[in-house]
């Protein structure tokens, strides 16, 4: 059974810090990774999604990177702004194939300005 | 206009009533997806369905039914809530056809169960 964990579960920085989120997951036949973006109370929305064969995906100032032998994942995001304080969520597919997915709990970040 | 759709925005209901959350979408996607949201436990697939004849059990789909109307709609129905069905509802919609198939969230469905 794919599971995922991701850590920290909250994370607080000044603006303008670099920072990394961690995702890890127990099945390594992975088809993809992707991360979400979600804003209190409201839905998610695919920051990135890396495909198996792929070691990077980036968008401005998000890089995430994937090591499916290690089954990790990071989220890496360049000075950091007030702006990105969200829940980031990692999600992998349940099965072989492509969906549906396996969600990680989160990380709640907190940009302080 | 949103994408992805979900009526009731937020619905307060007592135990033991059927409620039914709505899905609808714009997107022209095959697949559905319902999750549920609580504290703590991150989400979590109830239900999904690849195309208008295909329906599917997540995880946590005990207490919970589904309906789809159409490829644009996609409804779940709590038969007689109980408290602790009380969470955020997600319907989010994918398509295969894409590259990457990612998923399209919609705003979500508040419910509480009193």
């Known amino acids: 059974k794919q599971e995922v964990t991701q850590i920290p579960a909250a994370l607080s920085v000044p603006e303008g810090e670099n920072l990394v989120l961690n995702c890890s997951f127990t099945?390594?036949?992975?088809?993809?990774l992707q991360w979400f973006r979600q804003d209190p109370g409201k839905g998610l929305t695919s920051l990135l999604l890396?495909?198996?064969?792929?070691r990077e995906q980036t968008s401005g100032r998000l890089n995430a990177s994937l090591d499916k032998s290690s089954g990790r994942s990071t989220l890496y995001i360049a000075a950091s702004q007030p702006g990105d304080s969200a829940t980031y969520l990692c999600?992998?597919?349940?099965?072989?194939?492509?969906?549906?997915?396996?969600f990680g709990k989160g990380t709640r970040l907190s940009v302080i300005a | 206009d949103a994408d992805v759709t979900q009526t009731p925005r937020n619905r307060i209901t007592k135990t033991g009533k059927r409620i039914m959350l709505e899905c609808s979408q714009t997107k022209g996607h095959d697949r559905m997806y319902w999750y549920r949201q609580d504290p703590g436990l991150g989400l979590r697939l109830i239900y999904y369905?690849?195309?208008?004849?295909?329906?599917n059990k997540g995880e946590i789909s005990d207490g919970y039914s589904v309906s789809r109307q159409a490829q644009a709609k996609f409804s779940l129905s709590l038969e007689s809530a109980i408290p602790n069905q009380t969470a955020l509802y997600f319907c989010?919609?994918?398509?295969?056809?894409?590259?990457?198939?990612?998923?399209?969230f919609g705003p979500g469905t508040r419910l509480l169960v009193l």
């Open positions: 989010a919609t994918s398509d295969p056809g894409q590259y990457q198939e990612t998923q399209y």
């Open positions: 999600a992998v597919p349940k099965n072989s194939g492509n969906t549906p997915l396996v």
């Open positions: 369905s690849f195309d208008v004849k295909d329906i």
């Open positions: 890396i495909q198996s064969s792929q």
């Open positions: 099945d390594s036949a992975i088809y993809n």
